[in-house]
């Protein structure tokens, strides 16, 4: 079963313009379903997941590019970075829009090889797990967030409602396709093989890892934080590493497309600001497994449930602009009053400030530290709460409780 995604119409767009389109993101997020839904039928698909294809594109890249000249899709380029001075000198012999398409799972590597050698010459696109609007196969709908009457009433009209129980259960399974479209298949022993045989993998290629229980240590204890201020020394201490390794893992989950880091907001005016950034496991299904949930009543009731919630929506939001070929601005604020705001998203110099609660009836007291925001060199437009309750609900001026089913 395909659904169809958010991307897909960036992604056709993009195809007119550039030779070359690169599709990054995380193991099994349908980076590959994705492509070969919209190849044309004079494309062909190739992936170096084969050793033997592989073998041939990193010993005798040009013998490769004439056994599969374009228009044709390369799965997994980060394998065979010795492709892109090829790939650049076809482009440019060429000059044809739509003759490459390629994806990769490793971003940081693939970023400076790319900036390299096909700089100009590429559309970088990123895809993340399925978001609650392809779940619903409501991709008009999955627009930009922002907090504003009319985008949030439009979501509500097509998103319909969302219970606890349904939250709750969309958040232990996760995101990734395979997963997620399929109740069948156990959860426990999807994530166990995803585990094994793409994490370790893809982190062994990067750091070249010798003791694995020490990294699933530390893969444990980063999603036991999920929702928090990162400290990188209390995160080695419990993993039971150097401090220095703990910092290059954590870099590589985040290039494989496994967390993402929310930077705290900074402004030359306000310099009490802390400077940690806050640690999210884009797939809370992974994250969930990972801290050993044995089912959503468990995860909603337990310890977890508000740093989930919230590791959900942040999830959600970062797709409605990714999905879109929009990189977002998204902070947090906290100074060292300890004032924090859960996120600030900045567009047009104006910031629309966002709470997270696992609440059905949030208040003003809420949203009491937005005022903060006065002081900033910015204008603050719409915010409000984002929660379990089933209407929007305005809380104050420009301020409102909107529903999860808006996401």
């Known amino acids: ?9 960036f992604f056709l767009e993009a195809d007119r313009h550039f030779p070359v389109l690169l599709v990054t993101g995380a193991r099994q997020v349908g980076k590959t379903s994705m492509l070969q839904h919209l190849q044309r039928e004079n494309m062909r698909y190739v992936t170096l997941d084969d050793p033997l294809i592989l073998s041939l594109a990193k010993e005798d890249a040009a013998l490769f590019m004439q056994r599969f000249e374009p228009p044709v899709i390369i799965d997994e380029i980060q394998y065979a970075p010795e492709l892109l001075p090829y790939i650049k000198i076809a482009a440019d012999k060429s000059k044809q829009p739509g003759m490459f398409w390629l994806t990769g799972s490793q971003q940081f590597h693939l970023m400076r090889d790319i900036s390299e ?3 100009g010459r590429i559309a970088l696109l990123s895809l993340l797990g399925l978001s609650r609007r392809e779940m619903l196969c409501e991709i008009a709908t999955s627009t930009p967030f922002l907090p504003t009457p009319e985008i949030v009433q439009a979501r509500l009209a097509a998103g319909g409602q969302l219970a606890l129980n349904d939250a709750y259960r969309l958040m232990w399974r996760g995101s990734l396709p395979r997963i997620a479209l399929d109740n069948d298949i156990d ?23 010798g003791d694995e229980m020490a990294f699933l240590r530390f893969l444990k204890a980063a999603a036991a934080r999920t929702g ?4 990188m020394a209390e995160l080695a201490r419990d993993a039971d590493i150097a401090p220095n390794t ?8 985040e290039t494989s497309g496994i967390i993402y880091l929310l930077a705290p907001y900074a402004a030359n005016l306000t310099k009490r600001l802390v400077k940690r950034p806050k640690l999210y496991f884009f797939d809370t299904g992974l994250c969930s497994f990972l801290t050993g949930w044995s089912s959503p009543e468990t995860l909603e009731a337990g310890a977890m449930s508000g740093a989930i919630f919230e590791t959900w929506v942040i999830g959600e939001l970062l797709k409605s602009y990714l999905h879109n070929g929009r990189q977002p601005v998204f902070y947090y604020y906290r100074d060292k009053d300890k004032k924090e705001i859960d996120l ?3 567009q047009d110099n104006i910031v629309y400030p966002l709470e997270i609660k696992k609440s059905a009836t949030p208040t003003r007291y809420d949203v009491r530290h937005f005022r903060v ?3 900033l060199p ?9 929660c379990l309750t089933q209407h929007l609900i305005p809380l104050a001026e420009n301020i409102a409780a909107i529903p999860a089913a808006a996401l």
């Open 117 to 119: 050698s096909l700089a």
């Open 246 to 253: 703990a910092k290059s893992w954590l870099s590589i989950l």
């Open 373 to 375: 925001l006065d002081r």
């Open 228 to 231: 928090q201020m990162l400290n």
């Open 344 to 346: 600030l998203i900045i």
């Open 1 to 9: 079963m395909y659904i169809s995604r958010t991307l897909e119409r």
């Open 187 to 209: 959860r426990d022993l999807f994530y166990s093989s995803y585990v094994q045989t793409y994490l370790q993998r893809d982190v062994r290629d990067l750091a070249r890892v």
């Open 378 to 386: 910015l204008i603050r437009g719409q915010g409000g709460i984002i």
